[in-house]
Nanobody, 124 residues
Framework: QVQLVESGGGSVQAGGSLRLSCAAS????????MGWFRQAPGREREGVAA????????DYTDSLKGRFTISQDNAKNTVYLQMNNLKPEDTAMYFC?????????????????WGQGTQVTVSS
């Protein structure tokens, strides 16, 4: 059973930064597709970013490119999401996901395992 545990969420003012962490119960030095998604109340789940842990190729939702960065630390089996210049519209529950479908793209149907989420709230 794959377990994904997110952390790092919280409340921040607009323009601030947060770094989310996803601790995985799998060895990400092997090849997995790891991703971040978010869901705001009353809205559909939205892809944020994905990374192929083998070749470290990344995929981003176009509207978030440049502000959000996904990365990995193989020694810690952890994937990160660095979020800069946060806006109130970034307020959502953020979920980590893992899958084994390639090419790795930030499309939710490609992911088999999901974490419980971490809340991010951005105030204006």
């Amino acid at each position: 059973q794959v377990q994904l545990v997110e952390s790092g969420g919280g409340s921040v003012q607009a323009g601030g930064s947060l770094r989310l962490s996803c601790a995985a119960s799998l060895y990400i030095d092997r090849t997995y597709c790891m991703g971040w998604f978010r869901q705001a109340p009353g809205r559909e789940r939205e892809g944020v970013a994905a990374i192929d842990t083998g070749d470290r190729m990344t995929d981003y939702t176009d509207s978030l490119k440049g502000r959000f960065t996904i990365s990995q630390d193989n020694a810690k089996n952890t994937v990160y999401l660095q979020m800069n210049n946060l806006k109130p519209e970034d307020t959502a529950m953020y979920f980590c996901a893992a899958g084994t479908t390639f090419p790795c793209r930030v499309v939710s149907m490609l992911f088999n395992y999901w974490g419980q989420g971490t809340q991010v709230t951005v105030s204006s």
